[in-house]
């Protein structure tokens, strides 16, 4: 029996409420995300269960119980308290998945810090223009990161301490640097965990959109009620499951589900730091017997490549629960999951910014191959005229993905930027930036976005940050990124490019250009084709129209051009 139960009993009689008395909550009282996801498990008598497998990409193993979770935190919280970090600090996490990604997340939290994850691929300009806008005090890295933040630290002067969980003897510390060795420091039997309460800043995700910098997604820490109870009811984690998320907590997914959610329910989790191989990916799953898995799209195209053959060569009969996030889940890869595991992908949906699932397949629903599934109980949403933003009623028409706010963990702002928080409602709904249609049965399919965002293997790039990379080169006088169809990760970037007087377009400036901002952007951001043209597109305003380049990519229909200035 899925912990859910029936949909349609659950929508009936829903209240958030549900969470909180689980979790022995009530309005008004602490609430430390940190302390719910070590100390209240040991209390529960979890202390002896293992709460992290984690596998290196050697493959060595190294197991920790929710008691080593909770005296290693312990230990986190007071070495940042001696450093001087204070309550509400940024705190930032740029690391691989090493055990000390998921422990200090923790540490931040019990202190009272605000955790600021990071995907370490960053380039030194991505991460500092998250570190700048956050003002961040202090952030954890490995020797193999450290030298991006070396590069931009005379800039940064609020970053007071670069913490190097790696470092050795031969390792030369340099200004503000500091060593922590999370195996070799004691642990800490005891600590007054912050006392938080449930609008107290928790967590700092960065998000892109079209215009602008990158955003900060602020997070608190009552998010924690949603968290878990859509872990509980979406994912089905039950006592004894293995879970396993593929997503890194540089990414919402990967704190929410791969950090909050699992462990709020005192799950066993297994973290693989190690790229991509269908291979080793199935021995994973078969070795350490998981029993849940929360995968994505791209991922899910990329094992299709390889075929049913080097699954058969694995048992993985030990998988009971399958679900994915990020992008559309494409119908086929519905059908072969099933063929290849006996299991098909329940598709999810949500956002940075809404902290937890809010669209999806619950287990026992059935599934609609191609649909995201209909609204989680307790999220009021619908699909919203284009032009009104009123809701649309009428089945099958495609409008703009809105919910009615309210929900626990939806973000409570952009950090330092309240205006464009604004802009997000419209008629009293929160608008998601995507486009679908709901069907007569209530299940919802997605169509695209509604703006220039970049979906590349589940990732968000905004075109803004390509944009200012690219015309820092002394030859570009202006650019455009938009997404091209690409196979396994749905879009890759295509950058258009027109040059300054003077400068030729051809192969030796489009690898010179590529060199130039590779050190500024992560690689998922890196485009792969830089075409030269004249002009680019623009509105009489002067915008650039990104969408007829799209649309060009894509051989649809370019749509209204009326206010467009070169046609
Ligand atoms: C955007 C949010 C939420 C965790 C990962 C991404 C797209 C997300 C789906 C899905 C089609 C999806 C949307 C959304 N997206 N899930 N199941 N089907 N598209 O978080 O980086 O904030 O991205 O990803 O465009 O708005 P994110």
Redesign the pocket.
């Known amino acids: 029996m899925s912990n859910i139960g029936t949909y349609e009993e659950r929508l009936k009689s829903f209240d958030w409420s549900i969470a909180e008395k689980e979790l022995d909550y009530k309005s008004g009282d602490k609430i430390n995300i940190g302390w719910f996801l070590s100390d209240r498990n040991c209390q529960k008598g979890l202390a002896k269960k293992l709460a992290l497998i984690h596998e290196d990409h050697e493959g060595k193993v190294r197991k920790y119980t929710f008691d080593d979770m909770r005296t290693i935190t312990n230990a986190m919280a007071v070495f940042l308290q001696k450093l001087g970090i204070k309550p509400g600090e940024r705190v930032c996490i740029f690391m691989d998945r090493a055990p000390e990604l998921y422990f200090s997340f923790q540490g931040i939290l019990k202190m009272g810090g605000v955790a600021q994850p990071l995907f370490s691929a960053f380039g030194d300009e991505s991460l500092f223009t998250r570190l700048d806008n956050a003002k961040t005090a202090a952030i954890f890295t490995q020797k193999k990161h450290v030298a991006k933040v070396r590069k931009i630290l005379n800039t940064l002067p609020e970053l007071r301490h670069i913490i190097i969980v790696d470092a050795d003897e031969t390792t030369t510390l340099r200004d503000r640097e500091i060593a922590y060795n999370m195996e070799k420091e004691p642990r800490v039997e005891s600590f007054e965990v912050f006392p938080s309460t449930a609008e107290t800043p928790s967590v700092l995700h960065y998000?892109s959109g079209t215009t602008g910098q990158p955003k900060g997604a602020q997070h608190v820490h009552y998010s924690l009620i949603s968290q878990y109870l859509t872990a509980k009811w979406v994912l089905d984690l039950q006592p004894d499951d293995i879970y396993w998320c593929n997503a890194d907590p540089g990414?919402?997914?990967g704190t929410s589900y791969g950090i909050i959610g699992p462990w709020a329910n005192g799950i066993t989790q297994v973290v693989l730091d190690a790229g991509f191989s269908a291979e080793r990916w199935y021995k994973t799953i078969e070795k350490h017997k998981i029993t849940v898995w929360y995968s994505a799209p791209t991922a899910i195209r990329l094992l299709m490549r390889e075929g049913t053959e080097v699954v058969k060569k694995h048992d993985l009969s030990c998988l009971r629960h399958l679900c994915?996030?990020?992008?559309?889940?494409n119908p086929e890869a519905v059908i072969w999951s099933q063929e290849a595991f006996g299991k098909m992908f329940h598709?999810?949906?949500?956002?940075?910014?809404t902290g937890c699932i809010v669209i999806t397949n619950v287990p026992g629903m059935p599934i609609k191959p191609g649909s995201?599934g209909k609204p989680f109980p307790g999220i009021t949403a619908a699909v919203l005229d284009l032009k009104t933003y009123e809701p649309i009623t009428k089945a099958g028409t495609v409008g703009l993905i809105a919910l009615k706010p309210g929900w626990p963990s939806m973000m409570r702002t952009y950090w330092n930027n309240p205006t464009v928080y604004q802009s997000k409602f419209k008629n009293g709904w929160y608008v998601?930036?995507?486009r679908a249609s709901i069907d007569a049965d209530g299940y919802y399919w997605?169509v695209g976005?509604d703006d220039d965002v970049i979906?590349t293997g589940?990732?968000?790039v905004g075109p803004f940050e390509i944009e200012s990379a690219l015309l820092e080169h002394p030859a570009v006088a202006e650019s455009a990124a938009v997404g091209k169809p690409d196979q396994v990760n749905m879009e890759v970037v295509k950058a258009f490019v027109a040059l300054k007087p003077g400068f030729q377009p051809g192969d030796d400036l489009e690898l010179e250009i590529m060199n130039f901002i590779r050190k500024k952007l992560s690689p998922l951001a890196m485009p792969q084709e830089i075409e030269f043209v004249k002009s680019l597109p623009k509105t009489r305003s002067g915008k650039i129209m990104r969408r007829v380049l799209r649309a060009q990519e894509w051989g649809e229909p370019i749509g209204d051009i009326s206010t467009l200035e070169n046609d």
């Open positions: 998000t990414w919402v997914t994915s996030v990020g992008e559309p889940l598709d999810t949906f949500w956002q940075t910014e995201m998601c930036g995507d997605f976005r979906n589940g990732h968000l």
